[in-house]
């Protein structure tokens, strides 16, 4: 999957979150893929390569990049299957120091979801990838807000 079918799938809504009052959500998620590895390529394609001096020269190509993060979010909050792909930005941001504010949108979207497990076992790896962008000056916040909901939620489950 490219990112641009992605944007593509979105293209009839102005914004990527009207699709959760929408009657064409269930249509529209069927017919993107369910496998999270295809929002994972699809993130790398748009910034895996990105340096620097590409990112100064960007005009349109943040708004386009800033839709494309708003579909990967609206699919988290639907139904996780581009948890993945959130994950690898943040991944990405927090090793990548000149992008690292990239990461903080994407951390935001799971704070509120955190209350019930990630799905596919994916904790095991954001835990330590959120205790890594505690030293990530733009992604602290966010980190710990993440970090903060699963130790409540750990908590509440007697798991700690």
């Not at 030293?135 to 909901?149: G, Q």
Request: net charge negative; hydrophobic share 40%.
């Amino acid at each position: 999957m490219r990112p641009t079918d992605i944007l593509e799938a979105f293209a009839g809504f102005e914004s990527p979150n009207d699709i959760r009052h929408s009657a064409a959500a269930p249509d529209l998620l069927a017919a993107l893929p369910t496998d999270p590895g295809e929002y994972v390529s699809a993130a790398r394609q748009l910034l895996s390569d990105l340096t620097a001096e590409q990112y100064a020269r960007w005009n349109d190509e943040i708004n386009t990049y800033q839709r494309f993060e708003d579909c990967l979010r609206e699919l988290f909050y639907a139904d996780k299957r581009s948890a993945e792909a959130l994950i690898w930005i943040v991944e990405w941001a927090s090793t990548t120091r000149d992008f690292a504010d990239f990461g903080v949108n994407p951390l935001a979207a799971f704070v509120y979801q955190l209350d019930r497990p990630l799905p596919r076992e994916l904790e095991t790896k954001f835990v330590p990838l959120l205790e890594r962008c505690l030293s990530v000056e733009p992604l602290v916040h966010n980190a710990e807000a993440c970090l903060r909901e699963i130790r409540k939620r750990e908590r509440r489950s007697g798991a700690i």
